[in-house]
T-cell receptor
């Protein structure tokens, strides 16, 4: 139990649709990051938010966007879904004084 | 960017056996973690170990930052140890870069 919760756990969308995934960070953690894990691969960094500002981004197109709220919860939005967006999306949080990441259970997205 | 390699890619053990998983990285790092991913996809923290040695029950880990590698030791393996083990490194204190993982199968 990491204290990081994600919703929904599973969802199915069709190509071209939009999706929003949600994450509640561990209490006291003000940094949230999102990762995409395709089948059989390691997670890849999408972006990170600190105090409601994006402060790091991986090699993902602008149709991947996010928000962080004052309570440090976060959303990942993906527009114009493509088949290759099918993956496990993982949210992670960490506190200011530690580099250790704690992950949620993930949201498994299938794009048909 | 930084490269992370893990070996072996696959490992099959009999219950009770010991194993060593290796993680090599191409540049200096601020943070390093080992995770176990269970069949449902949950990434479970094993060790946060930028340097030095730590032990937790049957598991232990050592990171030699100056030589850019880390080792994860599993002793007296159990079937519940099965899954994928990831090493992840954070070179700038911002985001973690994951290795490709080691898939471990422990047979009864």
């Amino acid at each position: 139990e990491t204290g990081v919760t994600q919703s929904p756990t599973h969802l199915i969308k069709t190509r071209g649709q939009q999706v929003t995934l949600r994450c509640s960070s561990q209490s006291g953690h003000n940094t949230v990051s999102w990762y995409q894990q395709a089948l059989g691969q390691g997670p890849q960094f999408i972006f990170q938010y600190y105090r409601e500002e994006e402060n790091g981004r991986g090699n993902f197109p602008p149709r991947f966007s996010g928000l962080q709220f004052p309570n440090y919860s976060s959303e990942l939005n993906v527009n114009a879904l493509e088949l290759d967006d099918s993956a496990l999306y993982l949210c992670a949080s960490r506190g200011t004084n530690t580099g250790e990441l704690f992950f949620g259970e993930g949201s498994r997205l299938t794009v048909l | 960017g930084i490269q992370v390699e893990q070996s072996p890619p696959d490992l099959i053990l009999q219950e009770g056996a010991n194993s060593t998983l290796r993680c090599n990285f191409s540049d200096s790092v601020n943070n390093l973690q080992w995770f176990h991913q269970n069949p449902w996809g949950q990434l479970i923290n094993l060790f946060y170990i930028p340097s030095g040695t730590k032990q937790n029950g049957r598991l232990s880990a050592t990171t030699v930052a100056t030589e850019r590698y880390s080792l994860l030791y599993i002793s007296s393996s159990q079937t519940t140890d099965s899954g994928v083990y990831f090493c992840a490194v954070d070179p700038w204190g911002q985001n973690f870069v994951f290795g490709p993982g080691t898939r471990l199968s422990v047979l009864p």
